[in-house]
């Protein structure tokens, strides 16, 4: 595990975003990846 500074890429991708630029800021996002766990697990969260 580490911890890294994204203020810059955070930055641009507001950039982008404010200018309308939507596509081009998606593109710098980060792939979003679920968190492995089972239904056991899960099965607590749910009412």
Not at 11 to 18: D, G, K, P, S, T
Request: charged share 25%.
């Amino acid at each position: 595990m580490s911890i890294s500074d994204v203020t810059p890429l955070a930055n641009e991708i507001h950039a982008l975003v404010r200018d309308g630029e939507l596509d081009a800021a998606t593109r710098l996002l980060p792939q979003e990846r679920g968190y492995p766990a089972g239904e056991e697990l899960l099965a607590h969260l749910r009412p």
